[in-house]
């Protein structure tokens, strides 16, 4: 029995669920420069006087989509979107070199400069919640608010549940086609034998451990099934970078000092308003990391939804994250 739940928001019809906001063509894009290696891809949408907003996308190793742009009302929020390093259009593509947590910090800080302004609101699911914390935790003067999606504290136990024990319970067959390229001597560290394989020098190396990486995440997003898999999954280019990125993420812990790191420091954004919007059945990012993160934030809003897993794409998902942002806009 949850006696000490905090209240959760009020369960929503399916009738009067919010949908997406129409889209909307990016006014801005481009390149920066970071001065190093990498060159950033970077799209502005919305109102070029609205207020700012910049959404971070998954992975890591994902890429930014039109649906990202959809979240916020376009005619209100100016937007800011980008492809991570190594990632989308971002040059070079899959490059593991300068490519940490730390980099993509200051690569948001270079952006927040760049399209001059002085606070913005800090959106992102999955990895793209990690990074928000991390960013919101590392400049909080930046951040009005932060909406955040499928939270991944990016801990020892989340690796584990789904890269090596848990996840495999609930989908024993997509986890025999994930453990099928690793020869059964390596299986006791699938996250190292595979990124031996996606940093081989070998393209084709590469490709079938990263065709097999990406399935086994496409095939558990969702609630919907393996239909709900982003088409961008089954290309190859694209899941060359989405696997060697991921993989290079996570077999250095997200390069944070210690395990639970945006637990330990979460004190420095409580004051910063936020929503979290989780689905119950979140097989990738479990529910347990929301919840603790709303133990360790009790001033941001939680909010479960019952019929959804991870992709932002289910309604449920997308009415508890629209709601968000146009709250957001009254702050």
């Known amino acids: 029995m ?14 009067a669920r919010r949908s997406l906001y129409p889209d909307n063509e990016p006014f801005t894009s481009g390149w920066m420069a970071t001065g190093g290696g990498h060159e950033i891809y970077f799209e502005e949408c919305g ?13 890591p190793g994902g890429a930014i989509n039109p649906t990202m742009r959809r979240f916020y009302d376009p005619s209100r929020w100016r937007m800011m979107l980008f492809d991570q390093r190594g990632c989308g259009k971002s040059r070079p593509n899959a490059s593991l070199d300068d490519n940490t947590t730390w980099a993509l910090i200051e690569d948001i800080e270079q952006l927040r400069k760049k399209v001059g302004c002085e606070k913005w609101s800090v959106f ?4 793209g919640s990690t990074l928000a914390l991390a960013y919101a935790i590392t400049h909080p003067e930046r951040v009005e608010s932060l909406i955040l999606r499928g939270v991944f504290l990016l ?13 495999s319970m609930l989908f024993p067959d997509a986890w025999a086609r994930f453990v099928e390229p690793i ?5 006791g560290d699938l996250m190292g034998a595979y990124h031996r394989r996606l940093t081989h020098a070998d393209r084709r190396v590469q490709a079938k451990a990263a065709a097999a990486w990406s399935q086994w995440e496409g095939d558990t997003i969702s609630i919907r099934g393996p239909e709900a898999r982003p088409a961008k999954f089954n290309e190859v280019d694209f899941a060359v970078a989405f696997a060697r990125i991921e993989c290079h993420y996570f077999a250095n812990r997200g390069f944070f000092p210690e395990n ?14 936020g929503w ?7 097989v990738v990012t479990p529910l347990e990391s929301a919840w603790a993160l709303k133990q360790a934030w009790p001033g941001a809003q939680f909010e479960i939804v019952w019929d959804a897993g991870h992709a932002s794409t289910e309604p449920g998902i997308i009415d ?10 009254t702050l």
């Open 47 to 59: 109102k070029r006087t609205g207020k700012p907003a910049v959404i971070l996308h998954g992975g």
């Open 260 to 273: 639970g790191w945006i637990l330990n420091n979460i004190g420095k954004i409580r004051h910063i308003q």
């Open 183 to 187: 020869p059964p001597e390596e299986r």
């Open 2 to 15: 949850e006696r000490s739940a905090p209240p959760a928001a009020p369960a929503v019809s399916s009738a």
């Open 320 to 329: 508890g994250l629209v709601r968000a942002t146009d709250r957001a806009f």
């Open 124 to 127: 992102g699911g999955s990895w």
């Open 155 to 167: 801990t020892e136990r989340e690796l584990r549940w789904f890269y090596q024990d848990g996840a």
């Open 276 to 282: 979290i919007v989780q689905g119950r059945f979140d």
